[in-house]
T-cell receptor
Framework: EAGVTQFPSHSVIEKGQTVTLRCDPI?????LYWYRRVMGKEIKFLLH????????ESGMPNNRFLAERTGGTYSTLKVQPAELEDSGVYFC??????????FGPGTRLLVL | AQSVTQPDIHITVSEGASLELRCNYS??????LFWYVQSPGQGLQLLLK??????LVQGIKGFEAEFKRSQSSFNLRKPSVHWSDAAEYFC????????????FGTGTRLQVTL
C-alpha cells in the first residue's frame, strides 16, 4: 500500500510568487492534515480536512494560504503571495477515524 | 491549550548504550500520545502511540514508552541503541478524539557514536 505522497519535494521561489503544494493521502483515509515546520521551531498544525470539508483551520497563519481538497481525495495548499517567513517544511498526514496520523516526506519550501 | 515539552534538544549516546528521551505534556484530559522519528531526508515515521490501557507501550524498532499520568510524562526508551537510530525524535499529543490535530514538541536530535 502506498504511503502519503507529497509534491514537489523541494521548491525555491522568490518573494511575491505563488506556490502550490500537493498531497496525496493513503487511499481510504478520510482525514487529511497539513503541518509546517519553520527552521528551528516545532512542527505546527495548519488545518484538517474530513473528506472534502475543512474540519479545523485554526492553524492557518493568514489569508495568503488557501487549502483545498477536491472530491475528498488529494489536497493542495497554495501560498499566494509567498513571503520570506513562509519558508519551511510542509508536511501532510492522513488517518482513518480510529487511527494514527501517517506523514508524507514533506515539501521543503524556500522563499528568497 | 495543550503543549509538549522536550527538554533535551540534542543527545549523544554510544552505540549499545541505553536511551531515554524525555517528553512532558500539558493537557486537560487523558491525552493521546505519540512518538515520531524523522531520519535524515525522510518524513515522519510513527514509532508508537498511547491511547488507553497499559501504560507501557511497545513500538517499532525496539522502542517503548511509558505513560505516567502523575508526572505528565511519556518518555521514550530503548535498551540498546544502534547507529541507525540517529535521527530526530518528536513527541506529540492529540486532542479529544483520535482524529484531532497533533501538538508537537520541538524535537530531540539523537547522535550515536560508534
Amino acid at each position: 500500500e502506498a504511503g502519503v505522497t507529497q509534491f514537489p519535494s523541494h521548491s525555491v521561489i522568490e518573494k511575491g510568487q505563488t506556490v502550490t503544494l500537493r498531497c496525496d493521502p493513503i487511499s481510504g483515509h478520510d482525514n487529511l492534515y497539513w503541518y509546517r515546520r519553520v527552521m528551528g521551531k516545532e512542527i505546527k498544525f495548519l488545518l484538517h480536512f474530513v473528506k472534502e470539508s475543512k474540519q479545523d483551520e485554526s492553524g492557518m497563519p493568514n489569508n495568503r494560504f488557501l487549502a483545498e481538497r477536491t472530491g475528498g481525495t488529494y489536497s493542495t495548499l497554495k501560498v499566494q503571495p509567498a513571503e520570506l517567513e513562509d519558508s519551511g517544511v510542509y508536511f501532510c498526514a492522513s488517518s482513518q477515524d480510529t487511527g494514527s496520523q501517517y506523514f508524507g516526506p514533506g515539501t521543503r519550501l524556500l522563499v528568497l | 491549550a495543550q503543549s509538549v515539552t522536550q527538554p533535551d534538544i540534542h543527545i549523544t549516546v554510544s552505540e549499545g548504550a541505553s536511551l531515554e528521551l524525555r517528553c512532558n505534556y500539558s493537557y486537560g484530559a487523558t491525552p493521546y500520545l505519540f512518538w515520531y522519528v524523522q531520519s535524515p531526508g525522510q518524513g515522519l515515521q510513527l514509532l508508537l502511540k498511547y491511547f488507553s490501557g497499559d501504560t507501557l507501550v511497545q513500538g517499532i524498532k525496539g522502542f517503548e514508552a511509558e505513560f505516567k499520568r502523575s508526572q505528565s510524562s511519556f518518555n521514550l526508551r530503548k535498551p540498546s541503541v544502534h547507529w541507525s537510530d540517529a535521527a530526530e525524535y518528536f513527541c506529540a499529543v492529540g486532542g479529544w478524539s483520535t482524529a484531532s490535530k497533533l501538538t508537537f514538541g520541538t524535537g530531540t536530535r539523537l547522535q550515536v557514536t560508534l
